[in-house]
């Protein structure tokens, strides 16, 4: 009978490892990706600004040249970036990426069914457009065109414009850029459809209204999947301890059992956790870099970078949480193996001084 009893106990014991161990990573992990904060904490944003928006500007550009059949000069990605530094105000991209997430969030709510929305205020932009910012932009741009050779004609101080794609060799670019910049400011004036003031612009992030109806289903159960991961992920804890109260009924009868089977379950899985979180990070890393595609390398390798920077900002998180929580495992695990010994020790001295 006790032999039919240890071996249960043994696996309950196991039950408990793997329960335990799965429930410890999963609760960790729903509790980042269903916290905004964290969220927001997570996201790359100067890898945003610096490499994947002026990836995105120059395949647009080429994509564009290329259904107009016409030529277009390769753009290094670090003029482009100094160039949207120029004329982005500071901290604008972070901004937007909080404000989407916020979106995002609150669409994923349940109960909350209004469209995400994202407010830019696009004033801003154009009032840097329009100042010292915009004709530094204008003078590293033209930086990247050539000198004029021959007949070819340039830029015209008269017109404003250029007449071809080059500048002429005996004319200062700070003056050229003034005055390209001027013509910019004055067109923009004297256009009816940009105002003086422009209200911020209301773009949509996710709206269920514009979507099918199959479309709309899954996203209704995607809302649902996040609120009970949200609300109820905590309740997995309840599989372990299940299987542990379960374990202690069937074969804990005294301390010395409780230190024996509680100690080597927690310290078998905190040691277990510990071993899965180290070997986790670059396992989940790489599969995810091999997923990424694009139609041009420079943007595959800013696509790569910025999931690269999230997923470290993620898998760091993650993984504090698993360590800590593995690590009093073992502890505690340690801990009530060492208790049980010295007990058992101190009761076989205490019974060997009996006379």
């Given at each position: 009978m006790r032999g039919c009893t240890q071996i249960l106990a043994g696996v309950l014991a196991a039950l408990f490892v793997i329960t335990v161990t799965f429930t410890l990573f999963t609760v960790s992990f729903a509790q980042i990706i269903t916290d905004r904060a964290a969220i927001k904490a997570i996201l790359p944003k100067p890898a945003l600004s610096d490499d994947v928006v002026p990836a995105l500007i120059s395949e647009v550009a080429r994509e564009q040249a290329r259904l107009l059949n016409a030529p277009l000069a390769d753009v290094e990605p670090i003029v482009l970036r100094t160039v949207i530094h120029e004329v982005l105000p500071p901290g604008w991209v972070a901004t937007q990426v909080d404000a989407v997430v916020d979106a995002l969030f609150d669409f994923l709510t349940v109960g909350n069914q209004t469209p995400a929305t994202l407010e830019i205020d696009a004033g801003t932009i154009l009032n840097r457009l329009r100042g010292e910012p915009g004709r530094q932009a204008i003078l590293v741009a033209l930086q990247q065109l050539p000198q004029c050779t021959g007949a070819q004609l340039g830029f015209s101080f008269e017109t404003g414009y250029f007449e071809e794609a080059c500048v002429p060799p005996d004319a200062p670019l700070s003056d050229i850029?003034?005055?390209?910049?001027?013509?910019?400011?004055?067109?923009?004036?004297?256009?009816?459809?940009?105002?003086?003031?422009?209200?911020?612009?209301?773009?949509?992030?996710?709206?269920?209204?514009?979507?099918?109806?199959?479309?709309?289903?899954?996203?209704?159960?995607?809302?649902?999947?996040?609120?009970?991961?949200?609300?109820?992920?905590?309740?997995?804890?309840?599989?372990?301890?299940?299987?542990?109260?379960?374990?202690?009924?069937?074969?804990?009868?005294?301390?010395?059992?409780?230190?024996?089977?509680?100690?080597?379950?927690?310290?078998?899985?905190?040691?277990?956790?510990?071993?899965?979180?180290?070997?986790?990070?670059?396992?989940?890393?790489?599969?995810?870099?091999?997923?990424?595609?694009?139609?041009?390398?420079?943007?595959?390798?800013?696509?790569?970078?910025?999931?690269?920077?999230?997923?470290?900002?993620?898998?760091?998180?993650?993984?504090?949480?698993?360590?800590?929580?593995?690590?009093?495992?073992?502890?505690?695990?340690?801990?009530?193996?060492?208790?049980?010994?010295?007990?058992?020790?101190?009761?076989?001295?205490?019974?060997?001084?009996?006379?």
């Open positions: 850029a003034t005055r390209v910049h001027s013509t910019v400011v004055d067109t923009l004036a004297q256009s009816p459809e940009v105002p003086a003031q422009i209200e911020p612009l209301t773009v949509p992030v996710l709206d269920e209204n514009m979507l099918p109806p199959a479309a709309r289903a899954r996203l209704n159960q995607l809302r649902l999947i996040f609120a009970l991961i949200q609300d109820r992920a905590w309740m997995l804890w309840l599989i372990p301890l299940s299987a542990l109260l379960l374990m202690t009924l069937v074969a804990v009868r005294s301390f010395n059992d409780l230190s024996y089977w509680w100690g080597w379950s927690f310290l078998v899985a905190g040691f277990i956790a510990l071993f899965l979180a180290i070997f986790t990070p670059p396992l989940l890393t790489a599969t995810a870099l091999r997923t990424i595609t694009a139609t041009s390398e420079t943007l595959r390798i800013a696509l790569s970078q910025l999931a690269r920077q999230a997923l470290n900002a993620l898998l760091d998180q993650w993984m504090s949480d698993v360590y800590r929580q593995a690590g009093l495992m073992s502890v505690g695990g340690v801990g009530l193996l060492l208790a049980g010994f010295i007990r058992r020790t101190t009761s076989s001295t205490a019974r060997s001084g009996l006379p």
